[in-house]
T-cell receptor, first 114, second 113 residues
């Protein structure tokens, strides 16, 4: 399998549930990203990991908790979410996070919080 | 701060029509500029990019030229197809090693046969 994969593709959860989103990249990249895409809003960068170290946390609420165990895998752990957290969550990777570096996106996880 | 402004959609065209989607940016220094495309039900794909002034990015018949004097990176295609129907995002990456991509809000294009 090539590129950036995300699982699950769709997720419905209640506000008291705990779930995790998974992202895997097969491109040999060293930087990975989580974005949130809501209707009628620009893509919002949530977290950046570079060489497994978190280098960006864009004021994301603590109910979202990222984990990057190695350069190929990135998780987003979710707990006690709110209905307004319903969105498409996109993972991306790039070679090393430098300016001009192309980011490659996964297909996203469509999250619905009831 | 850095920002990207692109034309509001939606844009509806007939097949073989000429396409322009305007994009202007605000940034310090010399950012890299990108166009990404998102087809229905999919993630974003890089369409083209330019890393310095006067560079022209091109792919699949789409073109955009990095214009520093007008701080613009307009997307053009001479003859659109139904398969070009998607949402198009303009984005910039600031100079200086920043990992951040700053996106515009996206422009939805629908091409009718």
């Amino acid at each position: 399998e090539t590129g950036v994969t995300q699982t699950p593709r769709h997720l419905v959860m209640g506000m008291t549930n705990k779930k995790s989103l998974k992202c895997e990249q097969h491109l040999g990249h060293n930087a990975m990203y989580w974005y949130k895409q809501s209707a009628k809003k620009p893509l919002e960068l949530m977290f950046v990991y570079n060489f497994k170290e978190q280098t960006e946390n864009n004021s994301v609420p603590s109910r979202f908790s990222p984990e990057c165990p190695n350069s190929s895998h990135l998780f987003l752990h979710l707990h006690t979410l709110q209905p307004e957290d319903s969105a498409l969550y996109l993972c991306a990777s790039s070679q090393d996070g430098s300016s001009g570096d192309t980011q490659y996106f996964g297909p996203g996880t469509r999250l619905t919080v009831l | 701060g850095n920002s990207v402004t692109q034309m509001e959609g939606p844009v509806t065209l007939s097949e073989e029509a000429f396409l322009t989607i305007n994009c202007t940016y605000t940034a310090t220094g010399y950012p890299s500029l990108f166009w990404y495309v998102q087809y229905p039900g999919e993630g974003l794909q890089l369409l083209l990019k330019a890393t310095k002034a006067d560079d022209k990015g091109s792919n699949k018949g789409f073109e955009a030229t990095y214009r520093k004097e007008t701080t613009s990176f307009h997307l053009e295609k001479g003859s659109v197809q139904v398969s070009d129907s998607a949402v198009y995002f303009c984005a910039l990456s600031a100079q200086g090693g920043s990992e951040k991509l700053v996106f515009g809000k996206g422009t939805k294009l629908t091409v009718n046969p």
